[in-house]
């Protein structure tokens, strides 16, 4: 393996990557966008039961994709809802309204993605700040619906 292949490669094992806590949610950065040009993030969220998620809200300049590892999310898009178990992949668009949350007695674990990397930084910013969510949502392109 070349010098210059082993630097464009990025493991991150169990237990490793940068923990976010938000409320209810235990958020683990696998990739920040930092090993990928910053064109992809990803991370793995632990929803605790009956953890009521963000509000609904658009991004205007980044896909996220929510793939359920395990448990049950609830995931409201516009005026539809649909419940989400493991297995299932949601990839919502920009300008797509949505929130999700965990409504059952156990946990929730999601795998995401974020296409540009842009909203990693917003989960560290809400992470310092927590009442300050409309303001610091509105930092990274992102409104209530």
């Known amino acids: 393996m070349t010098e210059e292949t082993r630097a464009t490669v990025s493991v991150v094992r169990p237990g490793e990557g940068e923990s976010i806590v938000l409320g209810t949610t235990r958020m683990r950065i696998l990739e920040d966008g930092s090993h990928t040009g910053h064109r992809l993030a990803i ?67 999601l795998l995401s993605t974020f296409t540009p990397d842009l909203y990693v930084q917003y989960f560290r910013d809400l992470q310092e700040a927590p009442r300050a969510g409309v303001e610091v949502m509105s930092r990274y392109a992102t409104e209530l619906a």
């Not at 359920?68 to 990839?91: H, N, P």
Request: zero cysteines.
């Open 43 to 109: 991370a793995e969220s632990v929803l605790a039961p009956h953890t009521q998620g963000p509000p609904q809200h658009r991004h205007a300049q980044h896909d996220e994709g929510f793939y359920v590892l395990s448990g049950t999310v609830r995931f409201t898009v516009g005026e539809e809802t649909y419940d989400a178990g493991a297995g299932t992949l949601v990839v919502v668009p920009p300008g797509a309204p949505h929130a999700f949350e965990n409504p059952a007695d156990e946990p929730a674990v």
